[in-house]
Nanobody
Framework: QVQLVESGGGLVQAGGSLRVSCAASGRTFNIYAMAWFRQARGKEREFVSAITRSSGDTYYTDSVKGRFTISRDNAKNTVYLQMNSLAPEDSAVYYC?????????????????WGQGTQVTVSS
């Protein structure tokens, strides 16, 4: 019922910045929150950040706090992840996800919809 499309990934030098976007379409009105997860080669998918649709409350994993900023444009049903001070360890496929209720935002099992991902590569 909901489609998520990520964009904005690419190659960036260490220390640089990149902004990825996730546009939701379909029946988006009841989405409670949207989030970003990432998965590096050979690694488990991990939570990055989340934002609630109504209040704009934000959540971050410790490794990105202070460097990444999540935001949303509800009129466009779009969330953004501004990534600054990027390091090679940030290289991963970044996935956006949507959920319909509050809970443990870092738990991927609580998200009902996922995008296909966008590759972010940070060179040394």
């Amino acid at each position: 019922q909901v489609q998520l499309v990520e964009s904005g990934g690419g190659l960036v030098q260490a220390g640089g910045s990149l902004r990825v976007s996730c546009a939701a379409s379909g029946r988006t009105f009841n989405i409670y929150a949207m989030a970003w997860f990432r998965q590096a080669r050979g690694k488990e998918r991990e939570f990055v950040s989340a934002i609630t649709r109504s209040s704009g409350d934000t959540y971050y994993t410790d490794s990105v706090k202070g460097r990444f900023t999540i935001s949303r444009d509800n009129a466009k049903n779009t969330v953004y992840l501004q990534m600054n001070s990027l390091a090679p360890e940030d290289s991963a496929v970044y996935y956006c996800a949507a959920r319909y209720y509050s809970g443990i935002y870092g738990n991927p099992r609580e998200y009902g919809y996922w995008g296909q991902g966008t590759q972010v590569t940070v060179s040394s």
